[in-house]
């Protein structure tokens, strides 16, 4: 069973930065077109960026310009590098496939972001 692990949340000032990372046992993402999510309270989970599979990147446009994703095929990770935060950044980040598949959310990582 694939397992999902994202991390680098935390709490930041607006304008500052954070980097999150993903992983997956079996590095089954690497492979395939991945994305970022993010899901703030009492919304809907929303496609934050993606890339496929040779490496194309596309964002939502309320991050366009700040965020940045990447992947590391050595450390078998991908990140999401988050510059210039704001207040309605803060969610919780969850990484998957795109389109993403339901046996793959992992917990995420919260960002909270204080103004």
């Known amino acids: 069973q694939v397992q999902v692990v994202e991390s680098g949340g935390g709490l930041v000032q607006s304008g500052g930065s954070l980097r999150l990372s993903c992983t997956a046992s079996g590095g089954i993402f690497m492979i395939h077109s991945m994305g970022w999510y993010r899901q703030a309270p009492g919304k809907e989970r929303d496609l934050v960026a993606t890339i496929d599979g040779i490496g194309w990147t596309k964002y939502a446009d309320d991050v366009k310009g700040r965020f940045t994703l990447s992947r590391d095929f050595d450390n078998m990770t991908m990140y999401l590098q988050m510059n210039s935060l704001k207040p309605e950044d803060t969610a919780v980040y969850f990484c998957?496939?795109?389109?993403?598949?339901?046996?793959?959310w992992g917990h995420g990582t919260q960002v909270t972001v204080s103004s």
């Open positions: 998957n496939l795109n389109p993403p598949d339901s046996r793959y």
